[in-house]
């Protein structure tokens, strides 16, 4: 038996609460939207070019120059709050307040800087169920078909009417890494995690830049599905 | 380029739109909590005794018939809104409120019937995040070092000392399951879901009971992280 307490709960108490909750949640802060994972893999000879990382991406945007300014105010630019992986990438300070058809908000997402040339919304499928949007599966930049969502910043709101997708399981690779690996750009590879959640993600899709390093890029629901910090042990493979 | 609108947001429109989510939210229907799939199996001889079946559980409690009085008020029965697969189990109409150490609640959280001599509280690791409740990983029933939460009912609120855990992803088998499949109960195995998000859950706990019928529960990270709706093939296997 557990040990418990009980009292009558007011209308007005839950109605406090409530407030208390939302104010928090948006004025709250976010933490940057990875977690990161390196395989214990000591670089041998022969070995992989690279040690692998699997990162969860947490929902995030990325803005055009235009939206930005629409979202954050004319003149409004991207500030560093934390280096990703990538070289070049970072978490922003900017933080908007998604809105779906569910008339549900999901607020301080982050935006992902630098601005690119497409406005792109990642979510998990969970978030997709929350806000009511049916999250097509797509990699980065191809937004034909795809639903859009209402957007707010502190000085304006967009109506994006596409580019909201769930992010395609993928790794980055370099040359070396694909020569390693065996494969090429759009090849797909599995992925397993080992630990007390662990599982075997099929269908990872490489995609190649010549100055990326090696890096699995997971959704939430992906990551929270492996439990991926408790992951034992990390595995590339055909 | 996307097509966009852009207009100065207002404080109060903000917050209006909040009240407007929240009171949705709290007053909201939810689904009862699991999705459901049979594998395309027709039954042939030497072939499995019982259609695959995966069904994802959503966040739910199960209760004891003391906790239900305190949530729900003396006398308090749960009522059937809709059969589970298992026999004599189903959803109840009985909504309770969630509140975790950081202040944030998840409403809508069904209960499932019938009362049980426990009181336990099944989410998603998503869930935990957000209510900031570090989940530990447990077969129903094993409580021993779990954390609380509080629970809000219409009629009083529990301060659960223990009991909330992310379910271990489990497949329910009668002895003809065993016996087709050549594993014991505490045996583990593995579900393949085929599709685009496709992907192989390791570590299946086999839990047996003489009268139920063959089906998984996976939990909703793991449901969205292998798109459980547009899986074309699932396979059960050692």
Redesign the interface.
């Known amino acids: 038996?557990?040990?418990?307490?009980?009292?009558?709960?007011k209308r007005g108490e839950?109605e406090a609460?409530?407030r208390?909750?939302?104010t928090?949640?948006?004025r709250g802060e976010q933490p940057p939207p990875s977690r990161e994972r390196h395989a214990a893999a000591p670089r041998t000879p022969g070995g992989p070019p690279n040690p692998l990382v699997v990162n969860v991406s947490a929902r995030h945007m990325h803005v055009?120059p235009?939206?930005l300014q629409?979202l954050f105010g004319t003149g409004a630019k991207l500030t560093k709050m934390k280096d990703l992986y990538q070289e070049g990438e970072f978490a922003s300070e900017q933080l908007v307040?998604l809105?779906g058809p569910?008339?549900?908000?999901i607020p301080n997402v982050r935006i992902l800087g630098p601005t690119r040339n497409?406005?792109q919304v990642e979510l998990?499928?969970?978030d997709g169920?929350y806000l009511g949007i049916d999250l097509p599966?797509r990699i980065s930049g191809n937004?034909d078909g795809t639903p859009?969502c209402t957007i707010?910043?502190p000085?304006?709101?967009?109506?994006?009417?596409?580019?909201v997708i769930r992010a395609e399981?993928h790794v980055h690779m370099s040359n070396d890494d694909m020569t390693y690996y065996g494969v090429r750009d759009g090849d797909q590879l599995k992925l397993r995690i080992d630990g007390?959640?662990?599982?075997?993600?099929?269908?990872v899709r490489v995609r190649f830049h010549p100055k990326v390093v090696l890096e699995v890029h997971i959704d939430?629901?992906?990551g929270?599905?492996?439990?991926l910090e408790s992951a034992t042990h990390m595995e590339l493979m055909k």
Do not use: W
């Open positions: 038996m557990v040990a418990e307490g009980s009292r009558a709960l839950v609460l409530v208390e909750v939302l928090a949640r948006l055009t235009e939206h629409i307040t809105v569910r008339q549900r908000i497409y406005t998990s499928y969970t169920v599966l937004h859009g707010l910043g000085k304006g709101a967009v109506n994006l009417s596409k580019g399981r007390p959640c662990g599982l075997l993600f099929e269908r939430t629901d992906e929270n599905a492996c439990d």
